[in-house]
């Protein structure tokens, strides 16, 4: 099972990036996703999810409404749309997975899989 995800970079404030996970070695049905970040000297944050299971998501109050988290599982690709960027979004970006049959989404500690991160900086 890998992960990897792409399409970070530098962009100003007010911006868009969408973020990509490839997911390789399973197939998305079963699965629980999840985007999280973490700036420097600060906690990861789980950011979105989707329990595939149930079909529901999930978004951090500070990404509410500007993130959307969205997947194509024929690519076996997840993404994040990020509008209207904001520099205290600077951090580097995880997708994460697991087995999940639950309507919550999983805590941090309940993923499995991880990617390498991208790194995501907003100027002002």
């Known amino acids: 099972v890998q992960l990897v995800e792409s399409g970070g970079g530098l962009v100003q404030a007010g911006g868009s990036l969408r973020l990509s996970c490839v997911a390789s070695g399973f197939t998305f049905d079963d699965y629980a996703l999840g985007w999280f970040r973490q700036a420097p000297g600060k906690e990861r944050e789980e950011i979105s999810c989707v329990s595939n299971s149930y079909g529901t998501t999930y978004y951090a109050e500070s990404v509410k409404g500007r993130f959307t988290i969205s997947s194509d599982n024929a690519k076996n690709t997840l993404y994040l749309q990020m509008n209207s960027l904001k520099p205290e979004d600077t951090a580097v970006y995880y997708c994460?997975?697991?087995?999940?049959?639950?309507?919550?989404?999983?805590?941090?500690?309940?993923?499995?899989?991880w990617g390498q991160g991208t790194q995501v900086t907003v100027s002002s």
């Open positions: 994460a997975a697991v087995i999940w049959y639950g309507r919550r989404c999983p805590e941090a500690y309940e993923y499995y899989h």
